[in-house]
């Protein structure tokens, strides 16, 4: 008897335990009977799905559907639980107020001694938010958070499924490739803000005009790509790029300022130009290089010739990296000369690449290499501090009121070595600073106002002079210019060229004298080259020619004998 009583309250105290674990487990619970019909639920089940017990005992499971899923589904759910024993998966199920929710779900099927179902019991969990968290992750991991465009991941991926389903049906592919040209100057003149809502706003122009079935993508800053699958002929990538360049070459207003841009677009074709992503994605972006190179607003197709080009600016970046060491660099010199006076004011320091079996290499050619692998700034540094000592002997020569001008890349004012280089060279070769002018390019002065206002007044205060090069070419704002402490503005040959025969430009280098002289800057006009556009210069108030007309860049040697010469020069200039 005590043994039976014993027995009885273990039994009692286990039913006790089980039923305590059933109420209070976290997740939900619901047993049936072989038929589906339930028995029983518990709390959880009434948490997740708003059902009380008495509001579904009796029925099947089957309220919970929220139909999602098909009949397949349930079948095949019902299959493995019968045949296994157990089922375990996700489901979408429906809760009583109607909404959808995710539930982690297991269903094992109970067996009497016979082997027959005698319960089902279902065992879920909420999943919902992870399920959202999840699928958060994924648009962020896979879309561009600014114009909710795909991103690079998403957009190689998709790549990489066009390339293979058009290998297998033999279809055409064209890749795209697309840069905004002027993006980085409103960027940084009219400030992000202004630079986002135009990649937004392009970002849906470009959707737009593309609607019905390419991929648009945003791979970097201001870099797009445009997927063409299964197109007939490349000239279908024509009409496309066409119609972009047109869509975005409409004016954006934004935030109250008209900003216009341009695209330079390369385009790829498979299976022609490439057999796989990692190729054609290259060649795309290689022609988009050239399509930039030739001055933007334009589209290049891909082809072997820009390959080879672009495989000897990397053979030339290797060369240009032992050029300094073997010495191969030369300096030209090319006067100035003042139109009042007739004398020469100073001369500026080009340089040359003169290699041992190739022969001379016009720096049109290689500067650019240089700066896009920044060895620039060790070439100019190289060409300061030869500029400068030559200038320092010819000053003990007796022509001391000789300035050099020297040109300097854009990089220089990211450097924050620069000032104490600058500085360094001259005490160094002895020149005075107020002997060294420093030329930068008009189109890097805009690029980032802010620091290259910081980095010239840094430069002005050790007593070097600042000329801006190539005017004309670039972005100027007038605002800008007066935050910036230059002496001194060179205008473009290219205005210059045609100064006697074009009134456009004619009228471009007038404003531009008076725009010079109204910030208290010398003007100097490059290329002149006859004795007419002399004579137009001089009679509108430019203060320097440099040019063909006096003399072409010449080597040291030579640029003495001019020198020397000095009476004639007086003589042709001022006549
Ligand atoms: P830039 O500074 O605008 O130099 C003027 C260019 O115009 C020089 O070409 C010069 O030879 C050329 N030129 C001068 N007068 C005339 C003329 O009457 N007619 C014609 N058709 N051309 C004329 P160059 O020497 O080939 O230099 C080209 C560019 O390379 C320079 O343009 C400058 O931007 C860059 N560069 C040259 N040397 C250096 C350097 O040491 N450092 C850096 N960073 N850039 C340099
Ligand atoms: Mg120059
Ligand atoms: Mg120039």
């Not at 937004?200 to 945003?218: H, I, M, S």
């Not at 299964?230 to 109250?256: Q, W, Y």
Request: charged content about 30%; proline content about 3%; overall charge negative.
């Amino acid at each position: 008897i005590l043994r039976d009583i014993t027995g009885k309250k273990m039994a009692e105290e286990r039913l006790r335990l089980t039923s305590k674990v059933f109420e209070n487990t976290v997740e939900s619970i619901i047993i049936t009977d072989a038929k589906q019909k339930i028995l029983q639920v518990n709390e959880a089940f009434t948490r997740i799905t708003g059902y009380r017990p008495e509001e579904v005992t009796g029925k099947t499971p089957d309220i919970l559907r929220s139909g999602w899923h098909d009949e397949k589904f349930y079948k095949e759910m019902w299959n493995s639980v019968n045949q296994k024993g157990m089922w375990q998966g996700e489901v979408w199920d429906r809760r009583k107020n109607g909404e959808v929710f995710a539930g982690q779900l297991t269903i094992s099927a109970i067996k009497d001694e016979k082997g027959s179902v005698r319960n089902y019991v279902g065992l879920f969990y909420d999943i919902t938010e992870k399920k959202r968290t999840e699928e958060r992750i994924q648009h962020l991991a896979y879309y561009d958070a600014l114009t909710n465009l795909p991103n690079r991941s998403l957009f190689y991926d998709r790549l990489g499924h066009t390339l293979a389903s058009s290998q297998r049906y033999r279809r055409l592919v064209a890749l795209m490739f697309l840069d905004l040209d002027n993006f980085k100057i409103i960027n940084d003149t009219l400030g992000h803000h202004v630079g986002d809502m135009l990649l937004k706003a392009c970002a849906g122009r470009l959707t737009e005009c593309l609607r019905k079935d390419p991929t648009v993508a945003r791979v970097g800053g201001d870099e797009f790509t445009v997927i063409l699958a299964n197109i007939k002929d490349p000239r279908d990538a024509v009409v496309v790029s066409e119609r972009i360049n047109g869509v975005l070459s409409k004016p954006f207003t934004l935030d109250g300022h008209e900003v216009f841009v341009t695209s330079s677009i390369g385009i790829s074709l498979y299976p022609d130009d490439a057999d796989n992503v990692q190729t054609l994605v290259m060649n795309a972006d290689t022609a988009m290089y050239h399509a930039k190179g030739q001055g933007g607003n334009r589209y290049q197709f891909f082809s072997k010739a820009l390959n080879v080009k672009a495989r000897e600016r990397l053979r030339m970046g290797t060369l240009l990296r032992h050029a300094l060491e073997k010495d191969e660099f030369l300096l030209y010199y090319q006067p100035e000369v003042d139109l009042k006076t007739g004398l020469i004011t100073g001369h500026e320091a080009l340089v040359r690449w003169q290699q041992p079996g190739v022969g001379l290499t016009p720096p049109a050619e290689f500067i650019p290499v240089a700066e896009e692998t920044g060895l620039i700034v060790e070439i100019d540094e190289w060409v300061l501090r030869r500029a400068c000592t030559q200038t320092r002997a010819w000053h003990e020569d007796g022509y001391d009121t000789l300035r050099v001008a020297v040109n300097f890349s854009g990089l220089h004012l990211r450097d924050e070595k620069t000032v104490e280089m600058v500085s360094g060279v001259l005490k160094e070769t002895g020149l005075d600073a107020g002997y060294l002018e420093l030329e930068i390019t008009e189109g890097v002065l805009m690029e980032n106002v802010e620091m290259t206002v910081k980095m010239l007044n840094k430069l002005k205060s050790i007593g070097v002079r600042l000329s801006v090069d190539d005017f004309g070419t670039g972005y100027s704002s007038l605002n800008y210019l007066k935050r910036f402490p230059i002496d001194k503005i060179k205008i473009d040959q290219s205005f210059v060229r045609d100064i006697t025969t074009d009134s456009d430009d004619a009228a471009i280098v007038k404003t531009i004298i008076t725009l010079a002289h109204s910030l208290n800057c010398k003007v100097i006009a490059e290329g002149v080259e006859t004795e007419e556009e002399l004579e137009f210069l001089r009679s509108n108030g430019c203060d320097e020619v440099q040019g063909y007309y006096f003399s072409r860049p010449l080597p040291p040697e030579e640029f003495e004998k001019f020198l020397k010469e000095g009476k004639k020069i007086r003589r042709k200039s001022i006549a």
